[in-house]
């Protein structure tokens, strides 16, 4: 048997490639880089909690590196938890609002959805849209 290692997933074939099977990498997902939105994520992982930080955000965001976009759980592949929203006017305090969604079934995206309230100048306007966050998975960090 030979075992390939791609990315976050280790792929064991066996030489006659008649059967595969599929094994998730749990020290490999604990510190992975994943595309944002054009920024790289940094995602850091303790038992079931996550938690994804800007690595390189893309330009033109109010964040620098290491900032804090989401803080969660990770249960049996479904995340929950936190996001936020950045603009110049909250730089200090922004905008948090409740997320979810499903791991995808080869590891590789994180889609969560969320409802969160429009902010125009720094200031709310009772008006809600809904948001979604994708994560992909780009390389070990």
């Not at 280790?10 to 490639?17: C, E, G, H, Q």
């Not at 759980?73 to 969604?101: D, I, M, W």
Request: net charge positive; charged share 15%.
């Amino acid at each position: 048997m030979k075992i390939l290692s791609i990315g976050a997933l280790l792929l064991a074939t066996t030489v006659s490639t008649t059967s595969m099977s599929l094994f998730t990498a749990t020290a490999a997902n604990a510190d992975s880089c994943w595309n944002h939105n054009g920024s790289i994520m940094r995602l850091k992982a303790s038992g079931k909690k996550r938690w994804f930080y800007y690595e390189h955000p893309r330009p033109g965001l109010a964040v620098g590196p290491g900032t804090l976009l989401f803080n969660g759980k990770n249960r049996g592949g479904y995340y929950s938890g936190n996001a936020r929203v950045f603009s110049r006017f909250n730089r200090g305090n922004p905008l948090q609002y409740h997320v979810e969604g499903p791991v995808s079934n080869n590891q590789t995206r994180i889609t969560m959805r969320g409802s969160r309230e429009i902010w125009r100048g720094g200031q709310p306007t009772g008006r809600y849209k809904k948001d979604t966050l994708v994560f992909t998975y780009q390389y070990q960090c």
